[in-house]
């Protein structure tokens, strides 16, 4: 599949909001490079950005520090939102940090170093996992 191809086959919008600018420019070009719309938010930002009707149906990538600074102090689901997955880039898959993605919400956990297309493979499966829910909660 040749790059146009890929870009008309996903026009998603994919959220980065990651604590080092590097690590966001790197994805935001690899994000780009697979056909998809990327823009940048913080943890300040983030869920109006999330709800903004230009961004629905997309995807967030967000980092384990941005999590974590999000969801200290809440309790319960913070990405509760089924037209916008999530996919935790973490930096060790223990029980403890699934069991907190789980209860925010989290579609998808990625362990980083991000290695082949593990990211693209997790942003694809959350993006197809919410299309698919959300197409059987419409169907009668």
């Given at each position: ?106 579609t998808?956990?990625?362990e ?21 829910s ?7």
């Open positions: 599949m040749r790059l146009g191809e890929t870009r008309l086959a996903q026009a998603e919008t994919i959220l980065i909001a990651v604590g080092d600018g590097v690590l966001a420019d790197s994805l935001r070009f690899s994000l780009e490079l697979e056909g998809f719309e990327t823009r940048f938010c913080d943890e300040h930002s983030l869920l109006a950005t999330m709800n903004a009707p230009c961004v629905r149906g997309g995807c967030l990538v967000l980092d384990q520090d941005v999590f974590a600074r999000m969801v200290d102090g809440t309790r319960g689901a913070i990405f509760t939102d089924p037209g916008m997955p999530v996919v935790l880039m973490v930096s060790h898959v223990t029980e403890r940090v699934l069991a907190r993605a789980s209860a925010a919400g989290v998808e956990v990625v980083k170093p991000l290695l082949g297309g593990a990211l693209f493979t997790a942003i694809r499966q959350a993006l197809a996992r919410t299309a698919h959300g197409s059987a909660q419409r169907a009668p």
